[in-house]
């Protein structure tokens, strides 16, 4: 048997219990009573601004995170509650379904060191369309608007005027000598369509700016505070760059031939304050090989889609070297922008530590060093490949 006194006990504290919840009941009705009296005031006062009890409580609740996105999900909500100022630009990507793999690590890099932050669009171009496979996968790399497009046929095949025998004739001559991409059809092709075609894809023409990504590049230094399109329109640039290299003299053998030619054609396109003494060492009359490696560039597309640019590039396909040899695109938009623009609207990208294959740009001074992970004798040679210190002292 219980003892009465335990049981007495016992009796209070569940007396106790069941008071305390009638009392708390009671209270709660009286505040959620007050709370909707008030909405209703409130209502009454600014019936647009405030008109249910839902908005009110939401204002103060944060939306929930996105579901859907990819692995910086987090992050790039947050940062877009900054609302960053932006320039009408996109990143313009050209590259084929297996590439998917190469892009998506290209893409989680570039997410993290800035675009997680600034939110620009993709445009993804292919010559064939993308697999569905390919645009969920991409899709899931970034919270930024992401487009597909496909290359109309014209800007990706021969020229009615290509002697298609004579062109793979030289492609074998130039496999058989080694020369680097030298038996490739389809990188000719590419090359061209960078070179003419890229800046008036539909999906293109939209934009002021693109940044030029390839799959598998990678971008070492903090860019969440830097806004390289913000750099360059508010300084007037046309072209930005990080590596200078020279190109391969097998691929462009009479390249500045005809870009003599242009410019006794069209001296109206040469800007009077131009960068001819950075590509040639006896001013103009010999090419010393010299271009910006143009797998990254950021670009004024307002300078492509120039009558001066447009009529380069007319007398260079006119002229078949994009199939007959073997002309990158690179060597084209540098000797382009060296000529017609002024030697200011050229730009070095330094804070942009930037690595393609063997080639890297890594920032060396201890301030931008802070903000990198990379090193700076990994650098490119400056020694043996002398353009980008060339270009620093003209």
């Not at 992401?146 to 001559?173: C, M």
């Not at 799959?215 to 590596?243: A, E």
Request: aromatic share 14%; proline share 6%.
């Amino acid at each position: 048997m219980i003892p009465r006194r335990l049981t007495a006990r016992i009796l209070l504290f569940a007396l106790g219990f069941f008071a305390g919840l009638i009392f708390e009941h009671i209270r709660n009705t009286t505040t959620n009573t007050s709370a909707v009296t008030h909405h209703h005031q409130q209502a009454q006062l600014h019936p647009v601004a405030t008109n249910t009890l839902t908005t009110d409580i939401n204002s103060v609740i944060p939306p929930p995170l996105p579901t859907t996105a990819g692995p910086n999900t987090y992050t790039a909500h947050n940062d877009a509650q900054n609302n960053t100022p932006k320039v009408n630009a996109a990143f313009v990507v050209l590259l084929q379904n297996k590439d998917l793999h190469d892009m998506r690590k290209t893409m989680r890099n570039l997410e993290a060191v800035f675009n997680r932050k600034h939110g620009y669009p993709y445009v993804f171009l292919n010559n064939v369309p993308f697999t569905e496979h390919f645009k969920t996968h991409i899709r899931a790399m970034t919270t930024a608007p992401v487009h597909f497009g496909l290359i109309p046929k014209e800007h990706w095949s021969y020229p009615s005027f290509i002697n298609k025998t004579q062109a793979a004739l030289n492609r074998e001559d130039m496999e058989n000598r080694n020369v680097p991409y030298g038996e490739s059809e389809s990188y000719r092709h590419m090359c061209r369509y960078m070179s003419g075609f890229i800046f008036r894809h539909d999906l293109v023409q939209e934009y002021d700016y693109y940044w030029r990504v390839e799959p598998g590049v990678s971008f070492s230094c903090d860019l969440l505070d830097v806004d390289p399109f913000m750099i360059m329109k508010s300084k007037k640039y046309k072209y930005g760059f990080t590596i200078a290299l020279p190109e391969f003299v097998d691929t462009i053998p009479t390249l500045w031939e005809n870009v003599k030619r242009f410019r006794k054609l069209h001296p109206e396109h040469i800007a009077k304050r131009n960068s001819l003494e950075w590509i040639s060492y006896d001013k103009g009359d010999t090419y010393n090989n010299c271009h910006f490696w143009s797998n990254f560039e950021i670009v004024d597309t307002s300078f492509f889609r120039s009558k001066a640019y447009l009529d380069f590039f007319q007398l260079l396909d006119d002229a078949g070297g994009f199939f007959y040899e073997r002309w990158g695109d690179a060597p084209v938009h540098s000797i382009a922008a060296a000529l017609m623009l002024d030697r200011r609207q050229i730009h070095f990208f330094n804070e942009i530590g930037y690595r393609h294959g063997l080639y890297e740009h890594c920032p060396e001074s201890p301030e931008l060093q802070l903000k990198c992970a990379c090193d700076p004798k990994d650098n490119v040679d400056w020694v043996q490949f002398s353009c980008l210190r060339r270009f620093l002292e003209i």
